[in-house]
C-alpha cells in the first residue's frame, strides 16, 4: 500500500511535487492506493483511490482493516 499525504494550498509551504512521482509509480506497480488530506490531481480522483480527511480517520477505517485482513496481518 501506498498511503500519500496531500495538504491544502494554505498549509504555508509549497511543495516540489515528488510526491506524485511515487503515486504514479505505485499505481503502476498496481500497489493498494490511499490518500491522506485533499486530492490533489486527477490520479487522485479514480475510483481506486481512497481519501480521509486525517489521519485517525485511515486508522480507523474498514479500508485498512480489510487491507490488514486481506495480508494476514489481523
Not at 16 to 27: I, L, N, W, Y
Not at 47 to 67: C, K, N, P
Request: proline share 1%; hydrophobic share 40%.
Amino acid at each position: 500500500m501506498l498511503l500519500s499525504f496531500t495538504e491544502n494550498d494554505d498549509a504555508g509551504y509549497t511543495s516540489d511535487g515528488s510526491h506524485h512521482v511515487e503515486f504514479g509509480a505505485a499505481r503502476w506497480l498496481g500497489l493498494t492506493l490511499a490518500i491522506v488530506g485533499p486530492r490533489e490531481n486527477v490520479f487522485h480522483c479514480a475510483e481506486d483511490v481512497a481519501q480521509f480527511d486525517d489521519f485517525e480517520a485511515f486508522i480507523e477505517s474498514d479500508y485498512l482493516r480489510g487491507w490488514l485482513r486481506s495480508r494476514g496481518l489481523r
